[in-house]
C-alpha cells in the first residue's frame, strides 16, 4: 500500500496491510495468536484453539488451491511435498493411528495455507513482515507481563525443577524452554528488524532478561551462534573486523582475569551453567543413546510423526521413563520427546523423512543466504536458530506452538525463493553508505 504527500511517496508498514490481502493477513494472525493463547492461557486447552485456527488455514489453503493452484512452479516445493507425504505414510506404522494422523494434518494445513500466502503475496519483498510483527509484539506482550507476575505472583512464573535442584523461570508457559525459545526469537528479531530506538531498545531488553532468567543453556548458545552468523551475512565487509574484534576482547578478559585472580564462585557457576548437568546434558545423552538403538527396530518409516518417544515403550526398553508421558493419547496433554529435533525426525520419519527434513532445512537457508537480500536477515537469524536450538531440544517439529509454527512459516518463505534471483543489496547498501559517508566528508572539507 503506498501514501503519497507532499510529492513524496511512502511506502505504509502497518501489521496486516502487506500487499492490500487483509483476509489472508487475518487467517494467518489468528493461526499465530491461538498457539500463543493455547499455551499461556493456563485454561489446558491444546486443540480447541488450535483446531479452529489450523481449519480456517485449511479452508483458505484449499479454496487458494483449487482457484490458483495450477498457476504456480509447484517444483520448488517438492521436498515439503514428499516431506508430508512420508510423515503420511508413517501414521500406518504409528502405534497411536488417530494423534499421528491429526498432527500430519494439523501441519499440512498450516503449510498449504503458508504456500498459498507466499504465492499471493509474491510480488511483495515484505510478505513476511506481518507474521515478523504478530510474533514480535504478541510475544512482547507475553513477556512483559510474565515479568510483572514475577513480582506479583511468583509461584506461577517459576518451577522447581528437581533434576538441576534450583528453580527457573518460565512465565506464562508451562515449561522454561518455550519462554526461552519465545524470547530468544524475540531478541533476534529485535535485533534485525528495522525498528525505531525507542521500539527496540524495549523489545531488546524485555526478551534478554527473559532469556537470561530461564537459564538456559540451549538457547543462549543457539542465539549467541545465530545472531553472529547472521550479523556475518549482514555484513560481509566487516568479517574479519568483527572476528579480531572478538579475538582481541576475549584475549584481554582471559589476561586481565589472570592479573587480577578474578574467579566466579563455585555456587555462582552451578547457578548460572548448571554445571552438575553438563556432563550428560541433562540425561538427554542416555536418551539419545537408546534412541539410536531402537530407531534400527523401524528405519524406513519410524514411529509415526511426532510419537518418535513411542519407541521406549514399543520396545521394551530397560531405563526406568515416565510411562503416562510416554504413552499418551489424543487428548494427552504432552508426549515424551527427546530434546534434538533430528534424532526425532528420524525416530519420528524414519530414513525417508528424516533426510527430508534435513534438505528442507539445508534447502530453506541456501536460498535466503543465495538472494542476499537484507531485508531477509529476521527470516536467516530464524533459520539459524532452529539449526542449532534443534541440537538440543525438539523444535521445529509440530505446527502446535507459535515458535514451530514461525519456524514453518520461514521453511515454505525460504522454498519459495528457489526462482528468485541474487539481488545482493547487502553489498550494495554498503556501497551506498561508504558513498555517502565520502560525499559527506568531501563537503565538510569543501566547507572548511
Same mark, same amino acid.
Given at each position: 500500500m503506498w501514501l503519497q504527500l507532499s510529492g513524496h511517496v511512502y511506502q505504509t508498514n502497518t501489521l496486516l496491510t502487506v500487499a492490500g490481502n487483509l483476509?489472508?493477513? =487475518?487467517? @494467518?494472525? @489468528?493461526? $499465530?495468536?491461538? @498457539?500463543?493463547?493455547?499455551?499461556? *492461557? $493456563? !485454561?489446558?486447552?491444546?486443540y480447541l484453539a488450535r483446531g479452529v485456527s489450523q481449519a480456517l488455514c485449511l479452508t483458505a489453503g484449499l479454496y487458494w488451491l483449487l482457484t490458483k493452484g495450477s498457476n504456480i512452479a509447484w517444483?520448488?516445493? !517438492? @521436498?515439503? =511435498?514428499? $516431506? !508430508? =507425504? *512420508?510423515i503420511a505414510l508413517g501414521v500406518l506404522n504409528s502405534e497411536d493411528p488417530l494423534y499421528t494422523g491429526f498432527q500430519v494434518l494439523s501441519l499440512t494445513a498450516v503449510c498449504l495455507f503458508f504456500v498459498a500466502y507466499n504465492e499471493s503475496m509474491a510480488e511483495s519483498e515484505r510478505r513476511f513482515r506481518a507474521a515478523e510483527n504478530i510474533v514480535l509484539w504478541a510475544g512482547i506482550v507475553v513477556l512483559l507481563i510474565s515479568l510483572i507476575a514475577t513480582q506479583i505472583w511468583p509461584e506461577i512464573t517459576y518451577e522447581y525443577d528437581p533434576i538441576e535442584r534450583m528453580s527457573r523461570f518460565h512465565g506464562l508457559f508451562g515449561k522454561p524452554a518455550a519462554m526461552a525459545c519465545l524470547a530468544a526469537i524475540i531478541l533476534g528479531l529485535a535485533q534485525f528488524m528495522k525498528l525505531r530506538l525507542l521500539l527496540k531498545a524495549p523489545a531488546l531488553l524485555i526478551s534478554g532478561v527473559c532469556l537470561a532468567l530461564t537459564y538456559s543453556r540451549t538457547f543462549w548458545v543457539a542465539w549467541l551462534v545465530a545472531m553472529s552468523l547472521t550479523w556475518c551475512w549482514c555484513n560481509p565487509k566487516r568479517r574479519l573486523l568483527s572476528f579480531a574484534g572478538i579475538g582481541a576482547l576475549l584475549i584481554l578478559g582471559c589476561t586481565f582475569a589472570v592479573l587480577f585472580d578474578l574467579r566466579p564462585s563455585l555456587k555462582f557457576s552451578e547457578a548460572t551453567l548448571r554445571s552438575d548437568s553438563i556432563k550428560n546434558m541433562s540425561g538427554r545423552t542416555l536418551i539419545w543413546k537408546y534412541a539410536f538403538k531402537y530407531f534400527m527396530h523401524r528405519p524406513l518409516l519410524g514411529y509415526g510423526f511426532t510419537t518418535g518417544g513411542d519407541a521406549f515403550r514399543v520396545s521394551q526398553p530397560d531405563i526406568p521413563v515416565n510411562r503416562d508421558i510416554v504413552k499418551g493419547s489424543v487428548m494427552s496433554k504432552q508426549r515424551f520427546t527427546l530434546h534434538n529435533g533430528y534424532i526425532q525426525a528420524f525416530l519420528d520419519s524414519g530414513l525417508i523423512g528424516g533426510f527430508l527434513y534435513l534438505g528442507l532445512l539445508a534447502k530453506t537457508i541456501v536460498n535466503v543466504m543465495r538472494v542476499k537480500k537484507a531485508l531477509f536477515a529476521p527470516a536467516l537469524y530464524v533459520l539459524m536458530f532452529v539449526l542449532v536450538a534443534n541440537m538440543g531440544e525438539s523444535l521445529m517439529l509440530s505446527a502446535a506452538t507459535m515458535t514451530s509454527l514461525l519456524m514453518w512459516y520461514f521453511v515454505v518463505f525460504g522454498l519459495s525463493l528457489a526462482a528468485e534471483q541474487p539481488v545482493d543489496d547487502i553489498s550494495v547498501n554498503d556501497a551506498i553508505t561508504r558513498n555517502h559517508d565520502n560525499i559527506q566528508c568531501h563537503h565538510q572539507l569543501s566547507s572548511i
Amino acid at each position: 500500500m503506498w501514501l503519497q504527500l507532499s510529492g513524496h511517496v511512502y511506502q505504509t508498514n502497518t501489521l496486516l496491510t502487506v500487499a492490500g490481502n487483509l483476509g489472508v493477513n =487475518i487467517v @494467518l494472525c @489468528l493461526a $499465530f495468536l491461538a @498457539l500463543l493463547f493455547k499455551d499461556t *492461557s $493456563f !485454561l489446558e486447552d491444546q486443540y480447541l484453539a488450535r483446531g479452529v485456527s489450523q481449519a480456517l488455514c485449511l479452508t483458505a489453503g484449499l479454496y487458494w488451491l483449487l482457484t490458483k493452484g495450477s498457476n504456480i512452479a509447484w517444483g520448488k516445493y !517438492l @521436498l515439503l =511435498i514428499l $516431506f !508430508l =507425504i *512420508s510423515i503420511a505414510l508413517g501414521v500406518l506404522n504409528s502405534e497411536d493411528p488417530l494423534y499421528t494422523g491429526f498432527q500430519v494434518l494439523s501441519l499440512t494445513a498450516v503449510c498449504l495455507f503458508f504456500v498459498a500466502y507466499n504465492e499471493s503475496m509474491a510480488e511483495s519483498e515484505r510478505r513476511f513482515r506481518a507474521a515478523e510483527n504478530i510474533v514480535l509484539w504478541a510475544g512482547i506482550v507475553v513477556l512483559l507481563i510474565s515479568l510483572i507476575a514475577t513480582q506479583i505472583w511468583p509461584e506461577i512464573t517459576y518451577e522447581y525443577d528437581p533434576i538441576e535442584r534450583m528453580s527457573r523461570f518460565h512465565g506464562l508457559f508451562g515449561k522454561p524452554a518455550a519462554m526461552a525459545c519465545l524470547a530468544a526469537i524475540i531478541l533476534g528479531l529485535a535485533q534485525f528488524m528495522k525498528l525505531r530506538l525507542l521500539l527496540k531498545a524495549p523489545a531488546l531488553l524485555i526478551s534478554g532478561v527473559c532469556l537470561a532468567l530461564t537459564y538456559s543453556r540451549t538457547f543462549w548458545v543457539a542465539w549467541l551462534v545465530a545472531m553472529s552468523l547472521t550479523w556475518c551475512w549482514c555484513n560481509p565487509k566487516r568479517r574479519l573486523l568483527s572476528f579480531a574484534g572478538i579475538g582481541a576482547l576475549l584475549i584481554l578478559g582471559c589476561t586481565f582475569a589472570v592479573l587480577f585472580d578474578l574467579r566466579p564462585s563455585l555456587k555462582f557457576s552451578e547457578a548460572t551453567l548448571r554445571s552438575d548437568s553438563i556432563k550428560n546434558m541433562s540425561g538427554r545423552t542416555l536418551i539419545w543413546k537408546y534412541a539410536f538403538k531402537y530407531f534400527m527396530h523401524r528405519p524406513l518409516l519410524g514411529y509415526g510423526f511426532t510419537t518418535g518417544g513411542d519407541a521406549f515403550r514399543v520396545s521394551q526398553p530397560d531405563i526406568p521413563v515416565n510411562r503416562d508421558i510416554v504413552k499418551g493419547s489424543v487428548m494427552s496433554k504432552q508426549r515424551f520427546t527427546l530434546h534434538n529435533g533430528y534424532i526425532q525426525a528420524f525416530l519420528d520419519s524414519g530414513l525417508i523423512g528424516g533426510f527430508l527434513y534435513l534438505g528442507l532445512l539445508a534447502k530453506t537457508i541456501v536460498n535466503v543466504m543465495r538472494v542476499k537480500k537484507a531485508l531477509f536477515a529476521p527470516a536467516l537469524y530464524v533459520l539459524m536458530f532452529v539449526l542449532v536450538a534443534n541440537m538440543g531440544e525438539s523444535l521445529m517439529l509440530s505446527a502446535a506452538t507459535m515458535t514451530s509454527l514461525l519456524m514453518w512459516y520461514f521453511v515454505v518463505f525460504g522454498l519459495s525463493l528457489a526462482a528468485e534471483q541474487p539481488v545482493d543489496d547487502i553489498s550494495v547498501n554498503d556501497a551506498i553508505t561508504r558513498n555517502h559517508d565520502n560525499i559527506q566528508c568531501h563537503h565538510q572539507l569543501s566547507s572548511i
